[in-house]
């Protein structure tokens, strides 16, 4: 996930527990959501979609993180 920012994530998942929290829940959601789509885990098309939208909230959160943290090291 946002990896032309992995300078700001390393800083902040150090830095900022709600941040580290969010990319530990991205990471585990792109985990299930590459397992249902290789079928060694079974969800339903909503079960997916859901998934894929709190991935996509997660990244959005994060990636707005990563912005504020750079302005203030600007």
């Given amino acids: 996930m946002l990896h032309e920012y992995r300078d700001e994530i390393h800083e902040l998942k150090q830095?900022?527990?709600?941040?580290?929290?969010?990319?530990e829940k991205h990471n585990d959601l792109d985990q299930k959501i590459e397992d249902a789509e290789a079928d060694r885990v079974i969800l339903t098309d909503v079960e997916l979609e859901i998934l894929k939208k709190e991935k996509l909230l997660?990244?959005?959160?994060?990636y707005k993180m990563i912005m504020d943290y750079r302005k203030t090291k600007a």
């Fill in 15 to 23: 830095e900022n527990a709600h941040f580290a929290r969010i990319f």
């Fill in 58 to 62: 997660l990244k959005d959160e994060a």
